[in-house]
């Protein structure tokens, strides 16, 4: 399996307050992603990164920010979390082959 | 962006041979068709891609028309274990920031 690993697995907060999440990997991928994914509609992406602080929005950017001043990691923030945020985050890597990578995800919710 | 519609459930039974196909009408020149598969609770995984005829690998087959309009993924002799979503995707190879992933389809193997 490629070495992505997500931060925490499991998070539980409360509305307004800031919650960063974060993708690591050993692998040295030009691309990293964040996709969340509820009940209902699958994978969505929410920014991606094609290159040390490259970053770029997806469907579903909204109330998200995402920095990459490393090749290894990605972090997603949430500057003030809502319980709409409550899903499913996962990351994903790779080398521009269309083939990503999955880390094991984190399920956040917001009480 | 090329859409895909797939559809939204299957059931089968342990031991046949399951077809999952993919409509994908306005795929364009450089894209290429990719399989991912998803088990509850787990990030995506690849499973196979092409561009055109067929491909074959260890895990599935990959079947797509010479108008390239369609593709079908078929699974031989499936058990238990290959119960998950199977997702569809169309996208150009080097420009992962095009990819979309659907809702996909949900295999559900019978004993």
């Known amino acids: 399996d490629a070495g992505i690993t997500q931060s925490p697995r499991h998070k539980v907060t409360e509305t307004g307050t800031p919650v960063t999440l974060r993708c690591h990997q050993t692998e040295n991928h030009r691309y990293m992603y964040w996709y969340r994914q509820d009940p209902g509609h699958g994978l969505r992406l929410i920014h991606y990164s094609y290159g040390v602080k490259d970053t770029d929005k997806g469907e579903v950017s909204d109330g998200y920010s995402v920095s990459r001043s490393k090749t290894e990691d990605f972090l997603l923030t949430l500057e003030s979390a809502t319980s709409s945020q409550t899903s499913v985050y996962f990351c994903?890597?790779?080398?521009?082959?269309?083939?990503?990578?999955f880390g094991p995800g984190t399920r956040l919710t917001v009480l | 962006l090329a859409k895909t519609t797939q559809p939204i459930s299957m059931d089968s039974y342990e031991g046949q041979e399951v077809n999952i196909t993919c409509s994908h009408n306005n795929i364009a020149t450089n894209d290429y068709i990719t399989w991912y598969q998803q088990f509850p609770s787990q990030g995506p995984r690849f499973i196979i891609q092409?561009?055109?005829t067929k491909v074959t690998n260890e895990v599935a087959s990959l079947f797509i028309p010479a108008d390239r309009k369609s593709s079908t993924l078929s699974l031989p002799r499936v058990s238990l274990s290959d119960t998950a979503v199977y997702y569809c995707l169309v996208g150009e190879v080097k420009r992962d920031d095009k990819i979309i992933f659907g809702k996909g389809t949900r295999l559900h193997i019978l004993p």
């Open positions: 994903a890597i790779s080398e521009g082959r269309n083939e990503q990578f």
């Open positions: 092409g561009y055109k």
